[in-house]
């Protein structure tokens, strides 16, 4: 499991109680643990998009359910951020469509262009480079997933315009456009 050293301060708000306990209504009071995957989603997102340890146990308790259940989830999907990340996270697909295409060269470029290497953020705190497996976008080969959304067919121009927007404040990632 990866640990950071960063401080995360823990902040339950009630409209994020509110959520969750709304997400909790839809499982039995038995079946809390069934909600974890949603829980950790809600959570993450409320408090930039990382899931420090002392955030995880914090789930736990919420959930009733042991510490290490939570860790076990969280460190066995990619989805979930066990350390700060930039404002925008580029996910490249690298499985092999995408390799085949150019995927790897393109995250290579990306790197080189922001300074930093796969899995690191920018000093800045504005970007994170992460290669990951399959997403599902075979046929638009390269592509990335900036938040919930694909940008499919990349190039180094369509990269560069991306990493101009995101820059420029013309990327909100709750209202994103799928670009092509």
Same mark, same amino acid.
């Given at each position: 499991?990866?640990?950071?050293?960063?401080?995360? %301060?823990?902040?339950?708000?009630? &409209?994020?109680?509110? $959520?969750? +306990?709304?997400?909790?209504?839809?499982?039995?009071? +038995?079946? /809390?643990?069934?909600?974890?995957?949603?829980?950790?989603? %809600?959570?993450?997102?409320?408090?930039?998009?990382?899931?420090?340890?002392?955030?995880?146990?914090?789930?736990? &308790?919420?959930?009733?359910?042991?510490?290490?259940?939570?860790?076990?989830?969280?460190?066995?999907?990619?989805?979930?951020?066990?350390?700060?990340?930039?404002? !925008?996270? !580029?996910? !490249?697909? $690298?499985?092999?469509?995408?390799?085949?295409?150019?995927?790897?060269?393109?995250? +290579?470029?990306?790197?080189? /262009?922001?300074?930093?290497?796969?899995?690191?953020?920018?000093?800045?705190?504005?970007?994170?480079?992460?290669?990951?497996?399959?997403?599902?976008?075979?046929?638009?080969?390269?592509?990335?997933?900036?938040?919930?959304? *694909? *940008?499919?067919?990349?190039? $180094?121009? /369509?990269?560069?315009?991306?990493?101009?927007?995101?820059?420029?404040?013309?990327? +909100?990632?709750?209202?994103?456009?799928? $670009?092509?």
């Amino acid at each position: 499991m990866e640990i950071s050293n960063a401080h995360q %301060e823990i902040n339950i708000t009630p &409209e994020l109680q509110a $959520r969750i +306990d709304e997400l909790l209504g839809h499982y039995p009071d +038995d079946k /809390k643990k069934s909600a974890l995957l949603p829980v950790l989603h %809600e959570v993450q997102d409320a408090h930039n998009n990382w899931l420090s340890i002392p955030l995880q146990d914090k789930v736990a &308790e919420i959930l009733g359910i042991k510490p290490i259940e939570v860790y076990e989830v969280v460190t066995f999907y990619t989805m979930y951020n066990q350390k700060p990340i930039g404002k !925008f996270m !580029f996910e !490249f697909c $690298r499985t092999s469509c995408c390799a085949v295409r150019g995927a790897e060269s393109l995250m +290579d470029y990306t790197c080189e /262009k922001l300074g930093v290497a796969e899995g690191q953020t920018t000093a800045d705190g504005m970007f994170t480079i992460v290669g990951v497996e399959c997403l599902g976008a075979c046929g638009y080969a390269p592509m990335l997933q900036l938040g919930d959304y *694909y *940008y499919e067919k990349l190039d $180094r121009p /369509k990269m560069d315009q991306l990493i101009e927007d995101c820059r420029a404040g013309k990327i +909100d990632l709750h209202k994103l456009a799928i $670009r092509e």
